[in-house]
C-alpha cells in the first residue's frame, strides 16, 4: 500500500470553528493538521479525543476519528482507545483546566502507565470558556473573577508536574512559533508510549500577552532558552547559560564560567531528576524559561505489555474454551430422573 | 442417580434422613469459617444435593481477633430437591469461638445441634464476647444438642508430623470442623482432600495440615458419643445434565466472556476495586486466554471512562462497579448514552447509602439505576435474579447494547455475588450469537458518512469503527443534528434527538420476553419480584399453597423497559404484593406507571427476606 499524500486541507472538517479571533488555537490548530497532512498515515488511523473548554473543540475540526467527552477524563477514555488498539494514533487535547484540575488524577496516571497517548496541554493560564477564572496554572495573585483579592492558590508546574509521575516524554513549546512546535510533535509522534506536551497558548481575550516574555521581540532574546539535545545550554544570544549546583539548575552569565561547567543536554537520561532540575528554572512565562524536549525516555508501553500477557496466555494454556471454563469448578452429572433415589 | 461418592461408615452409625438440613459454620474472621463452608457446598454440590449458600462477613479485613464486629459465618442450605434459599434458620451452627455463639445462637433452631471449639471458651474470649458466665456451663445450651470438642488441641495433636509449626498450626482447625461436619452430614471426603492437595501444591506440609486436621475431625465424629447419630440428606432429583455451583461474581464474569465469543468482541473491562463488586475484576483479570484485557483504572471515572474509549474503538466494553462507584460514573454514564455507543454497566448493589453496610446485600439502587443521570437519560435496566442467572442477563446485557447501541446496567446485588447454587451447564454451542456489523461504507450522499443516521428497525446509530477509510467522524457530549451528527444548538433538534433516544430505549420493550406468572394463575395475589428476592419469594410462595391456599407470582430481569404484558398481568389479580430489600423503590414505579395501589414489603436490614417473613406478609393479605 502507498502512502496517502495530503495537504492539510485533508485534515479540515467542515465545521465553522469557533475560537475567538486571535485565539492561539488557531495556530496550534493549522501546525497540528499540518504536521499530521505530512506523515503520510492513512487519516483513519488517527484519534483525538479531547474533554471540555476552549481546547477542547479541537476534534470537531480535525477530519480524524474523534471523540469531545467530558471535562477532565480525555486521558481516561482515550486509555481505552489506546490500549484495545495499538495500531491507532491516539491523540489528547486538553488544556490547564481540564488535565490539572479537573482531570489532574487521570493525567498522572496515563502518564505512569505508559499508555501510547500524545497528550497536547494549551496552557493560558486562565479558564477561557467559563469567562475567565483563574486556572491551576495562573499565578498567585492573579486578579480574575473569581479572585477579586488575587488568587492565593499556588500554581502547578504541568512540566514539572509530569516529570514527577515519571512520564517518558516530556517537552514545552509555544503556540506562535510553528517550527518548534511541528519539531516537538514530530519526536512525540515517533515516541512510543505517552508523550506531554505543553503547549504556551495565548488567550487574548482572558489573558492576553501571558506569554509576552517568550513571545516579544524583545523579550524572547532574554527569556528563552531552546533545550537542544547535545549541546551546552545557553541562551540571550550566548550571554547566559545554565549550570547545575547542589542538584539545582541555575543561570550563569557565560562569561564567568569555565564553558565545560555548562550542563549539557540530554534527555534521555533513565533518571528524570536533572530534566526536573530544568523544569524549575521558572514557575511560569515570566523569566528565563526553557523550551524543547526535557525529558525522553524508552520503557515498554502499556498497551505493548498488555498484548504480550494475552500472547503468553494464548501460548501457554491455549485460545480460550468456553465450555471448559464454565465446567472448571468441579461438576457433576445428574444423569436419569426416573432412576434418581431422591 | 446422581453419582454418588461412598464413604465407609462404621455399622455402630445411626442415621437420621432428612429432605433439607440448614448448616451454619461461624467464626472469627481469621478462622477460615468461608473456607470450610465453601469446601462443605462444594462436597455436598458433588454428592448432588440441590444448595444454596449465603455469606456473611465483617467488612473490616481483620477485625479485632474474638469480638462480635470480628464474627465471619457462611451459611448453606442442602437439600434433597429444588430449594430457592439458603434457608431461614440453621439445624445446625458451627461456632469457633464465644463471640460466634454469641451472634449467631438467636437463630439456631431450638433442638438444633451446635458444634463448638471448647477450647476458645476461656475467661478473655468469654469477655469479648460480653459473657459473663461460660455459656457451655450455665445452661444457656439447654434445648440444643451440643458436640463440644477441644479444637485447638485436637489440632495440634493431629497436624504435628505434618511440618508446620508456629501460629500456623492452629489455621488447620477449620479443616477439623469440616471433617467433623463431614461425619455428621456424611459428606463425601475426596473431594476435600483432593481440593487441599491442589490448592496447597506449593506449600504441601500446609495441604497435609490440613488434610491431617480434616481426618482428625472426620474420625472424632466416629468415637464422640454425641456425634453418634449422623444425617442423611438425600441427592436431588434435579434435571439430568452436567452441574457446577457456581457463585454471582464467577457466573456475571463468565457471561461476559460468553458475549465476548458470541459477539466475535474482545472484551475490555474498565473497573476500580470495591465491595463486592471485585470478584469480576479477579475473575476476568485470570482469562487473558479469551483475549479479555482487564484495566484496573485509578478511579471509578476513569474505569468507566476507559471502557466507553475501548467501546468507540469497537470493543465489547464494560465497567463494573457497587451504588458509590456507579455514583462517581453517573456522569459518564451519560455521555455514553448521548454518544450512543454501547456499553454494560454492572451494579453488583451492597447496603447504602454512602459506604453504609460494604458485605450486606440492599436492592437500593433501582430508582438510582433508572433515574439517576443528568438530562433525559431513560437507559435499559435489567436485574439478575439468582447467582447462575447473571451469566445469561450478563449475555443479554450485551445483546441489548449492542443492537442498540446504549449502554445497558445490569443490576446484581451482594446476596447474588456471594452466594451460591449449582447450575446446570448450558450447551455453549446452543447460545444465540449475537450479530455485530461495524459500519464499512459511507451512508450519505456524496460518499459522506452520517453518524446519526439510524438503523430502521432499532433506532440505532451505525458503528463506525477507528481505522475504518472514509468514516471518520466525531462524537461527543454536545447535543447533534439529527443524521449528520454535526453539533447542533437547534431547538427543534434538541426535541427531536431527545424524544428519539427515549423512544429508541422503550422500543427495546418488544424485543424482550413478557413477564412470566409461576403458581395459581387464578389467585388473588400476585407476588411481584426483582433481583435476588427470587429465591425467598418462590419459597414462601410454595410454602402457602402448602397451606392450601392460593398465590401467584410473577418476577422482573427487565426494570427499564418494562415487558409489555406487565400491565395486563398486574391488572388480573385483585392484590398486588412487592417484597424489596429497599423501602419501596419498584413499588413506587409500579404505582406511577400503572396507577396501581400495590403494597410492599420492605426491609433494609443488611439480610436477605426469610422465608417466613413473606409468607406471613402473604397470609396476612388474605385475611
Not at chain 2, 443479554?396 to 446476596?415: G, W
Not at chain 2, 395475589?525 to 435476588?532: H, P, Q, R, Y
Request: aromatic content about 8%.
Amino acid at each position: 500500500m502507498t502512502a496517502p499524500s495530503y495537504t492539510r486541507a485533508d485534515f479540515q472538517t467542515d465545521q465553522e470553528v469557533r475560537w475567538c479571533p486571535g485565539c492561539g488555537d488557531y495556530t496550534i490548530l493549522a501546525t497540528v493538521q499540518q504536521f499530521l497532512a505530512g506523515l503520510g498515515r492513512p487519516r483513519e488511523e488517527f484519534v483525538f479525543v479531547s474533554g471540555i473548554g476552549c481546547a477542547s473543540r479541537f476534534p470537531y475540526y480535525m477530519n480524524t476519528y474523534g471523540m469531545h467527552s467530558i471535562h477532565g477524563r480525555a486521558p481516561a477514555i482515550a486509555s481505552g482507545v489506546a490500549t484495545t488498539r495499538p495500531d491507532l494514533s491516539v491523540w489528547v487535547i486538553t488544556g490547564d483546566g481540564d488535565a490539572l484540575s479537573i482531570g489532574g488524577n487521570h493525567l498522572i496516571h496515563a502518564l505512569r502507565r505508559n499508555i501510547g497517548l500524545k497528550i497536547l496541554l494549551f496552557n493560558n493560564q486562565i479558564y477561557g470558556l467559563t469567562k475567565g477564572q483563574y486556572s491551576p496554572t495562573s499565578e498567585v495573585g492573579k486578579q480574575t473573577k473569581s479572585t477579586p483579592y488575587g488568587s492565593i492558590d499556588y500554581p502547578f508546574n504541568p512540566v514539572s508536574l509530569a516529570l514527577g509521575a515519571e512520564a517518558t516524554f516530556v517537552a514545552r513549546t509555544l503556540d506562535m512559533d510553528r517550527i518548534h512546535n511541528e519539531e516537538i510533535l514530530r519526536a512525540a509522534y515517533e515516541h512510543p508510549g505517552s508523550a506531554f506536551i505543553e503547549i504556551y497558548q495565548n488567550c487574548n481575550v482572558f489573558n492576553d500577552k501571558a506569554f509576552i516574555q517568550l513571545t516579544g521581540k524583545e523579550e524572547r532574546v532574554h527569556n528563552r532558552i531552546d533545550l537542544e539535545p547535545g549541546k551546552p545550554i545557553v541562551f540571550d544570544e550566548g550571554a547566559k547559560a545554565v549550570m547545575l549546583r547542589n542538584g539545582q539548575a541555575t543561570v550563569v552569565d557565560s562569561s564567568s564560567v569555565d564553558p565545560g561547567a555548562i550542563l549539557v543536554h540530554d534527555p534521555t537520561r533513565p533518571d528524570p531528576s536533572i530534566g526536573f532540575a530544568l523544569s524549575r528554572l521558572s514557575h511560569g512565562p515570566f523569566g528565563p524559561t526553557p523550551l524543547g524536549i526535557f525529558r525522553n525516555v524508552s520503557r515498554p508501553t502499556y498497551e505493548s505489555q498488555m498484548t504480550a500477557q494475552i500472547e503468553t496466555a494464548r501460548e501457554k494454556v491455549g485460545e480460550g474454551d468456553l465450555s471448559k471454563l464454565i465446567a472448571s469448578h468441579g461438576t457433576w452429572t445428574v444423569k436419569d430422573p426416573s432412576a434418581n433415589g431422591g | 442417580m446422581a453419582e454418588q461418592i461412598a464413604t465407609e461408615r462404621p455399622e455402630t452409625a445411626r442415621t437420621e434422613t432428612f429432605d433439607r438440613i440448614v448448616i451454619r459454620f461461624a467464626g472469627d474472621s481469621g478462622d477460615g469459617m468461608q473456607v470450610a463452608g465453601s469446601k462443605f457446598t462444594d462436597a455436598s454440590a458433588l454428592f448432588g444435593n440441590d444448595l444454596a449458600t449465603l455469606p456473611s462477613f465483617p467488612a473490616e479485613i481483620r477485625a479485632p481477633a474474638g469480638t462480635l464486629p470480628g464474627v465471619s459465618s457462611f451459611q448453606v442450605q442442602i437439600a434433597d430437591f429444588d430449594i430457592l434459599t439458603a434457608g431461614d434458620q440453621p439445624d445446625c451452627l458451627v461456632a469457633m469461638n464465644p463471640a460466634a455463639l454469641r451472634k449467631n445462637l438467636e437463630d439456631l433452631r431450638q433442638g438444633g445441634t451446635l458444634v463448638v471449639n471448647t477450647d476458645a471458651f476461656d475467661e478473655r474470649n468469654l469477655a469479648k464476647a460480653g459473657y459473663e458466665a461460660n455459656p457451655l456451663e450455665d445452661g444457656t445450651l439447654d434445648g440444643y444438642r451440643v458436640i463440644g470438642v477441644p479444637m485447638d488441641e485436637l489440632t495440634k495433636e493431629a497436624v504435628k508430623d505434618s511440618g508446620v509449626s508456629g501460629r500456623s498450626v492452629l489455621r488447620s482447625k477449620n479443616f477439623l470442623a469440616l471433617g467433623l461436619l463431614a461425619w455428621l452430614f456424611n459428606r463425601p471426603t475426596e473431594p476435600t482432600i483432593e481440593w487441599a492437595v491442589k490448592k496447597f501444591a506449593k506449600t504441601p506440609e500446609v495441604a497435609a495440615a490440613n488434610i491431617a486436621a480434616f481426618q482428625a475431625g472426620y474420625t472424632l465424629g466416629e468415637a464422640t458419643e454425641a456425634a453418634k447419630t449422623t444425617f442423611v440428606v438425600k441427592p436431588a432429583a434435579l434435571e439430568p445434565g452436567v452441574y457446577t455451583n457456581i457463585n454471582g461474581n464467577s457466573a456475571l464474569a463468565w457471561g461476559l466472556i460468553a458475549a465476548s465469543q458470541l459477539s466475535g468482541l474482545p472484551l475490555f473491562y474498565g473497573s476500580y476495586p470495591i465491595t463486592p463488586a471485585s470478584d469480576i475484576l479477579h475473575e476476568l483479570s485470570r482469562h487473558k486466554n479469551f483475549g479479555v484485557r482487564t484495566f484496573q483504572a485509578e478511579d471509578e471515572i476513569a474505569g468507566v471512562g476507559a471502557a466507553i474509549g475501548a467501546a468507540f474503538a469497537g470493543n465489547l466494553a464494560v465497567t463494573g462497579s457497587s451504588g458509590p462507584g456507579i455514583a462517581l460514573k453517573s456522569e459518564s454514564i451519560s455521555l455514553a448514552f448521548m454518544m450512543e455507543l454501547p456499553l454494560i454497566v454492572i451494579n453488583v448493589q451492597r447496603g447504602g447509602p454512602s459506604t453504609g453496610l460494604p458485605t450486606k446485600p440492599e436492592q437500593s439502587d433501582l430508582l438510582f439505576s433508572l433515574y439517576g443521570r443528568h438530562g433525559e437519560s431513560p437507559i435499559p435496566v435489567i436485574a439478575a435474579a439468582s447467582p447462575s442467572d447473571t451469566f445469561a442477563m450478563a449475555i443479554e446485557a450485551a445483546r441489548l447494547a449492542l443492537r442498540y447501541m446504549t449502554p445497558v446496567l445490569l443490576l446484581s446485588d451482594n446476596q447474588i455475588a456471594n452466594g451460591s447454587e449449582p447450575w446446570k451447564l448450558p450447551d455453549v454451542s446452543a447460545l444465540e450469537p449475537i450479530s455485530v456489523e461495524f459500519a464499512k461504507h459511507a451512508n450519505g450522499p456524496d460518499g459522506t458518512f452520517l453518524p446519526y443516521m439510524r438503523n430502521i428497525d432499532t433506532f440505532a446509530r451505525p458503528w463506525a469503527i477507528p481505522g475504518t477509510p472514509g468514516l471518520e467522524h466525531r462524537i461527543g457530549g454536545l447535543e447533534k443534528e439529527a443524521i449528520t451528527g454535526n453539533v447542533s444548538y437547534e431547538p427543534a433538534n434538541h426535541q427531536l434527538m431527545t424524544d428519539t433516544r427515549a423512544w429508541k430505549v422503550a422500543n427495546i420493550a418488544n424485543d424482550i420476553p413478557p413477564v412470566e406468572v409461576f403458581g395459581d394463575t387464578d389467585a388473588d395475589i400476585l407476588v411481584l419480584g426483582w433481583g435476588s428476592t427470587y429465591g425467598s419469594i418462590r419459597a414462601a410462595a410454595r410454602r402457602v399453597r402448602l397451606g392450601g391456599k392460593k398465590v401467584a407470582t410473577a418476577h422482573l430481569r427487565y426494570l427499564n423497559p418494562l415487558p409489555t404484558n406487565l400491565g395486563e398481568v398486574l391488572n388480573s389479580y385483585k392484590q398486588i404484593l412487592i417484597p424489596e430489600l429497599n423501602t419501596g423503590q419498584l413499588r413506587r414505579v409500579i404505582r406511577a406507571e400503572f396507577l396501581l395501589d400495590v403494597k410492599g414489603l420492605n426491609k433494609v436490614a443488611g439480610e436477605p427476606f426469610k422465608i417466613a417473613e413473606i409468607e406471613a406478609r402473604i397470609l396476612e393479605m388474605m385475611k
